[in-house]
């Protein structure tokens, strides 16, 4: 092997390094918060006009695959992500070209749900894994919170799919425009703020809320303030020993 070709295979084991360390973190942050807080409301304001749902589903084909990615992709959990996301986005397409109807609503918020919890478990993993706990962990509680909130909307929106009272308020109708506006919901649950513009309205969505709300209060008391604990002490250490 030349010195070329060695520093060429150097180079791609240090990106492939990168996303299978603590670093592959803070992209995967980075595109939820773009996610959250920029492409899904755009999508649902109809900035995009007829592309709003190919956007959509593309960027969030990006999170997910930047979480897979962060966490390690021949991991098996990762592997089922990946082929649950690669079977949702083509009955997304199926359903674009044919029409789903509530039944592939249904499905499609099953999947979506399955995987976002799957991605919150593997950083999880990542995150208490062995090891010192890094700004990057921190930042990967963050991701869990977020995550929550994300978990919850789809939660919400499988109930609205099969029970149409689920809520009242505000709930504009088409697919983008009610999973922005349950996420928003989920949101301002988490966060406990609840300004009341929607409320749930059956006894599984009140009682989605009423956990989601307490998991909004104990979350970053007691996970993310442990974390940012844990990585100043060891952060301390270090430079008692330096």
């Known amino acids: 092997m030349t010195a070329e070709a060695k520093r060429r295979r150097l180079r791609v084991l240090m ?14 942050l980075g595109a939820l918060l773009l996610m959250i807080f920029i492409v899904n409301p755009l999508a649902a304001a109809g900035v995009f006009r007829g592309y709003a749902a190919l956007v959509h589903d593309l960027w969030l084909a990006f999170t997910l695959f930047s979480g897979v990615f962060a966490i390690g992709w021949r991991r098996r959990t990762a592997q089922i992500v990946v082929l649950a996301a690669v079977l949702l986005f083509a009955l997304r397409a199926l359903g674009v070209a044919g029409g789903a109807g509530a039944l592939g609503l249904v499905v499609d918020a099953v999947l979506t749900l399955f995987m976002l919890s799957a991605l919150g478990l593997m950083v999880v993993w990542q ?6 706990i890094t700004r990057q962990r921190v930042q990967g509680s963050i991701i869990i919170y ?23 308020g505000n709930l504009s109708a088409g697919r983008n425009a009610v999973s922005a506006h349950l996420t928003y919901f989920s949101f301002v649950t988490l966060t406990t703020v609840g300004y009341g513009d ?3 309205a059956s006894l599984v ?5 009423n956990i989601e709300g307490l998991i909004g209060q104990l979350f970053p008391a007691i996970l ?3 974390l940012v604990s844990m990585e100043i002490a060891a ?3 270090e430079e008692h020993k330096g």
């Open 235 to 237: 952060r301390e250490n």
């Open 205 to 209: 969505t009140r009682t989605l809320a």
């Open 15 to 28: 990106r492939r390094e990168l996303w299978t360390r603590d670093e592959g973190l803070t992209v995967l």
């Open 146 to 168: 977020l995550l929550l909130g994300l978990i919850w909307a789809e939660a919400y929106t499988l109930a609205a799919h099969l029970d149409s009272d689920s809520f009242t």
């Open 224 to 226: 993310i303030a442990r």
């Open 127 to 132: 995150i208490f894994r062995e090891g010192p």
């Open 198 to 200: 929607i409320l749930p």
